[in-house]
């Protein structure tokens, strides 16, 4: 008998669907394991407005497979205009956060934010309506060097932002690096963080050593090794609570990831929950691994647990060299190879 490993179905936490036949290509992936999914604001242009993200909503039911009860959960984009009566107008009609992108920091930032302590009474807004800040952790300053962009941020963004909004909730994304994970480990329980699936699985040599893999770069990009340890011990450690799943699946067509100058962005929809379960297998920590997938982002989002179920099983899969992205393909994480480990029901 194979290892099984039941968990209530999860979430994910930090999602890129695109749109249009792009979005058809990747839905159903993600509808078949997680329950429910927080949508990234990045399209082009950015879903700023609470229309933009009602009517984006609207696609995306439209674009889910038949008698799939998949819940996406809306974000809108923060902009150098964004007010506080559009933080209220956002807590009525339900979005669940706002993402602060940097200007110039990863794939369709150009609308973002150029100063976030020019927003002040937009975060206290937020902090007072409880609507988290999610954030693309990197500071953009071209004398910084790209591997060293998340730890600036933490001292340049972060601590300036929670020591003028205290009680303001910060999800940190996709962190890289031993500095973001002990920060949020030592911060107060309104700041977590996502961690991907590529960030523990991987680290710099699997981006660059033997020819370069245009299909491992991502933004924050791939790191050291001792950092990837660090996330390992942070998802699975005595401060896992702050911890949850995100993919930060981002797909791109093959090429415009292959070519001089590729996207930054990882497409692992197609096998999160078995690519996490690698990383908690490889820790000595797959008891860990339910309340990272399933109930730590529910619990820092005020959401209810969901009562469904998913059941890995140690039974190896070979992932398709390559899927269907509209008109053009699309290349998965593990693309051509083997992953430990199968989803059998959800
Ligand atoms: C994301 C994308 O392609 O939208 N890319 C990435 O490398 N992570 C944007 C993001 O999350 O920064
Ligand atoms: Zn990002
Ligand atoms: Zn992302």
Redesign the pocket.
């Given at each position: 008998m194979p290892q099984t490993l039941v968990l209530p179905q999860p979430d994910d936490m930090h999602l890129?669907l695109r749109d249009g036949d792009a979005l058809k290509a990747v839905l159903p992936f993600t509808a078949k394991q997680m329950a429910r999914a927080i949508i990234?604001p990045?399209l082009k242009p950015p879903v700023v407005r609470v229309a933009d993200a009602l009517a984006y909503r609207q696609r995306i039911q439209a674009a889910l497979p038949e008698g799939s009860d998949f819940q996406p959960l809306m974000t809108l984009y923060l902009t150098d205009r964004t007010t506080p009566d559009w933080v209220h107008e956002a807590k009525s009609a339900g979005i669940i956060a706002f993402k602060l992108y940097p200007a110039g920091a990863?794939?369709?930032s150009d609308a973002g934010v150029t100063n976030i302590l020019l927003l002040l009474p937009t975060l206290h807004a937020m902090s007072e309506a409880g609507l988290p800040l999610l954030v693309?952790g990197e500071v953009t300053d071209s004398n910084i060097d790209i591997f060293d962009r998340e730890a600036a941020f933490i001292e340049r963004v972060l601590k300036p932002i929670i020591k003028q909004v205290p009680q303001l909730k910060i999800v940190f994304e996709?962190i890289t690096t031993a500095e973001a994970a002990k920060f949020v480990e030592n911060a107060s329980d309104n700041i977590a963080a996502t961690v991907t699936p590529q960030h523990l699985l991987l680290n710099r040599n699997d981006l660059l050593v033997g020819g370069i893999r245009p299909h491992h770069y991502?933004?924050p990009v791939l790191k050291r090794e001792s950092h990837r340890q660090a996330l390992l011990t942070a998802v699975t450690g005595k401060f896992a609570h702050k911890f949850f799943l995100g993919t930060?699946s981002?797909p791109?067509s093959q090429h415009t990831k292959e070519c001089a100058c590729g996207?930054?962005?990882v497409f692992s929809a197609h096998a999160a929950l078995e690519l996490y379960a690698e990383a908690f297998e490889q820790a000595g920590a797959l008891d860990k691994l339910a309340a990272f997938a399933s109930q730590n982002g529910a619990r820092f989002y005020g959401l209810p647990q969901n009562s469904g179920t998913i059941t890995l099983v140690k039974q190896t899969q070979t992932i398709p060299p390559c899927f269907n992205f509209g008109t053009e393909s699309l290349i998965p994480m593990r693309a051509g190879e083997e992953i430990a480990w199968s989803v059998v029901s959800a």
């Open positions: 890129h990234m990045n990863t794939t369709n693309h996709h991502c933004l930060d981002a791109h996207c930054a962005g």
